[in-house]
């Protein structure tokens, strides 16, 4: 039997290329919607969140990071990229593909999120056997109608069952209804962890408010390590919601036309998540903090349900992790341009989530624009692979800086 067949992936074709209805979250930006963002995603950059250093900034206000554009939209990213039923399936995050234009998101601004699915393959995998990778679109564009990013997201669709029977996570002896507890950590290493941490927050506080020149940077060059957590159901809480689409009545519509069960979601992980004629009645519900497919993030016995150990975390939070940790290497005057990351192992519940990049090439392109290369490691504790990326970073010439051609918080070469 092929791996189409026993994953039935024969309703997907009909929406390929087909645009999907913009999502629209009800409420403009607003200054607190980035401070709670740069909270939830442990990123420690007073730029995004201390209205002082903001203001001396050469943005002159608070701004948002780059990784908040996926909290502008009403569905991070996933809608375009889970059309089409799959029976007894569930979903993961794959992997985020991101491509920004330039403008920044300030308060006060409001984006539509246009979105269309892509493509899908099947494959073999280890922990679910055939495993559809299937891609969806967003372009995020704001109130001027100018294009602020363009993201392509890859889900990753799999058969519950399937991944019970591989048991990738479970421990011997250990079954659906008995999931895996958090490492333990001792006083001592957990004060090892916070010193850690100092590492990245000292990068970004010494760089201050001066540019990264692209002179400066050569290959081989390593930014400071960044270390996580150690997580929780706490944490990913805190990350769920720090998305405003997670907020009782902040999206006109649902994240998608398709309900859950329409999807192939098995019956226990269906519910009514996103149901907005449900959420003006009972919206507790709608809420994926405590039914329908996003409860396995944040309840042990319905992760166990889906094959997995215990809570985990969001896909889209781990491309943002990879987003805030270049971004603040680059600083204010530097720009990701793209990125491309790969999520291999989802961050779960106790474990501790360290990033570490390497400079892997430099260049000028034949716009004229100034670029960096950045490999980014993820891993945990165990040094078990969460995450691979590579990230292009736009920086300032120092011929740029002199001659005063950067300007209003603006990049030379990027189209406004």
């Not at 201050?208 to 940077?217: K, L």
């Not at 919206?283 to 993030?297: C, I, M, N, Q, V």
Request: glycine share 10%.
């Amino acid at each position: 039997m092929s791996d189409e067949a026993e994953l039935d992936v024969s309703d997907l074709d009909r929406y390929m290329g087909v645009p999907m209805e913009p999502g629209l979250l009800k409420e403009p930006v607003a200054t607190n919607d980035i401070r709670r963002w740069v909270q939830a995603m442990h990123y420690p950059n007073p730029l995004h969140y201390d209205e002082r250093w903001a203001a001396a900034s050469r943005f002159g206000e608070l701004v948002a990071p780059q990784s908040f554009t996926v909290a502008c939209d009403t569905s991070h990213g996933c809608s375009p990229a889970q059309v089409g039923k799959i029976p007894g399936s569930h979903l993961i995050f794959g992997g985020d593909d991101w491509w920004f234009f330039g403008p920044r998101i300030r308060p006060g601004d409001h984006l539509v999120c246009h979105r269309m699915p892509y493509d899908h393959r099947v494959t073999e995998t280890r922990f679910a056997g055939p495993t559809c990778f299937q891609r969806g679109d967003t372009l995020y564009v704001n109130q001027r109608g100018e294009r602020v990013a363009l993201q392509r997201s890859t889900a990753i669709r799999y058969k519950v069952q399937k991944a019970k029977e591989k048991e990738l996570f479970t421990a011997e002896g250990e079954g659906e209804r008995a999931p895996q507890g958090d490492p333990e950590w001792t006083d001592e290493q957990l004060a090892e962890l916070e010193e850690r941490k100092l590492a990245f927050i000292d990068q970004v506080q010494a760089l201050g408010h001066d540019p990264r020149p692209h002179e400066s940077v050569s290959v081989g060059d390593r930014l400071a390590e960044h270390v996580l957590g150690p997580h929780s159901l706490a944490s990913f809480t805190t990350e769920w919601r720090a998305y405003p689409m997670t907020t009782w009545g902040a999206t006109r519509k649902g994240p998608t036309d398709l309900s859950a069960a329409e999807l192939g979601y098995t019956d226990e992980m269906a519910g009514l998540e996103g149901d907005r004629s449900v959420e003006r009645v009972n919206p507790e519900l709608t809420d994926g903090a405590y039914h329908g497919p996003s409860r396995g993030h944040l309840q042990p016995r319905w992760a166990a349900h889906i094959g997995m150990p215990r809570g985990y975390g969001y896909g889209a939070s781990m491309g943002a992790w990879v987003l805030d940790y270049v971004s603040g290497w680059a600083g204010e005057w530097g720009m990701v341009s793209s990125s491309s990351a790969q999520y291999r192992n989802p961050a779960f519940t106790g474990d501790a989530t360290i990033l570490n990049g390497e400079v892997t090439g430099t260049r000028v392109d034949r716009r004229g624009r100034c670029l960096v290369d950045v490999a980014v490691d993820v891993r945990n504790q165990d040094d078990a692979v969460l995450a691979k990326a590579t990230v292009e970073v736009l920086l300032p010439s120092e011929a740029q800086l002199e001659d005063g051609a950067l300007r209003d918080g603006q990049m030379l070469g990027v189209v406004r």
